[in-house]
């Protein structure tokens, strides 16, 4: 059974950070791109990061563009989500996700419809 499971979320102040993790299990992505996504209470899932298979390539949402930073670990099937001056609006519930689809080694798609599999989410809060 394929898993994604993201850990890492919390209440945090404005301004400060948070690191998520994603954890695969059930099948190795080390030869997928990955991605996160965020979805705001009343709002669409938005698109927030995403990185090729071996992190030679990574692309990022204007709203989180030199705050965030996506990286992956091959060996642990894992992918994270560094997030630093968090702002209110950066609450959200936060997914991570693997695309099986094939359009280059470094294509990164920010639309959800190209990602398969999907974690269950986890949730950051962050205060004003």
């Known amino acids: 059974q394929v898993q994604l499971v993201e850990s890492g979320g919390g209440l945090v102040q404005a301004g400060g950070s948070l690191r998520l993790s994603c954890a695969a299990s059930g099948r190795t992505f080390a030869s997928h791109a990955m991605g996160w996504f965020r979805q705001a209470p009343g709002k669409e899932r938005e698109y927030v990061a995403a990185?090729?298979?071996?992190?030679?390539?990574?692309d990022y949402a204007d709203s989180v563009n030199g705050r965030f930073t996506i990286s992956r670990d091959n060996a642990k099937n894992s992918v994270y989500l560094q997030m630093n001056s968090l702002k209110p609006e950066d609450t959200a519930v936060y997914y991570c996700?693997?695309?099986?689809?094939?359009?280059?080694?470094?294509?990164?798609?920010?639309?959800?419809?190209?990602?398969?599999?999907w974690g269950q989410g986890t949730q950051v809060i962050v205060s004003s």
């Open positions: 990185i090729s298979w071996n992190g030679g390539r990574t």
């Open positions: 996700a693997a695309d099986l689809t094939y359009n280059g080694p470094y294509y990164l798609s920010s639309l959800s419809s190209s990602y398969t599999y």
